[in-house]
């Protein structure tokens, strides 16, 4: 089982930014996929961003809606996964959850084992 613990979550303006922080333990792999999902009041959870390191190369994947101002980074050795996010907007508010395992497909769709408990993330205008 994998554990997995956020932080840095918060209240910030519109424009402002915030970095989020995800450790994993327990029974963690370098090799599997990790990432970011987001759940807003009345919608759908949804992908953010995700990696994957097969040892060899690495593959970083980001929803559109995120790209470029949002950036994904990972210390493998350590397990933790980092998502830096600028330039934020009233419609980024949301819970984000940290993801880890399962499969993550090129195209942004994630399908992962092991959720955190999510940590909040408000941008006012």
């Known amino acids: 089982q994998v554990e997995l613990a956020e932080s840095g979550g918060g209240a910030v303006q519109a424009g402002g930014s915030l970095r989020l922080s995800c450790a994993a333990s327990g029974r963690t792999s370098s090799r599997y996929a990790m990432g970011w999902m987001r759940q807003a009041p009345g919608k759908e959870r949804e992908f953010v961003a995700g990696h994957t390191w097969n040892g060899d190369s690495t593959n970083t994947v980001y929803a559109a809606s995120v790209m470029g101002r949002f950036t994904l980074s990972r210390e493998i050795d350590k397990n933790i996964l980092y998502l830096q996010m600028n330039n934020l907007k009233p419609e980024d508010a949301a819970i984000y959850y940290c993801?880890?395992?399962?499969?993550?497909?090129?195209?942004?769709?994630?399908?992962?084992?092991?959720w955190g408990q999510g940590t909040q993330v408000t941008v006012s205008s």
């Open positions: 993801a880890a395992g399962g499969v993550l497909y090129s195209s942004g769709q994630y399908y992962p084992d092991s």
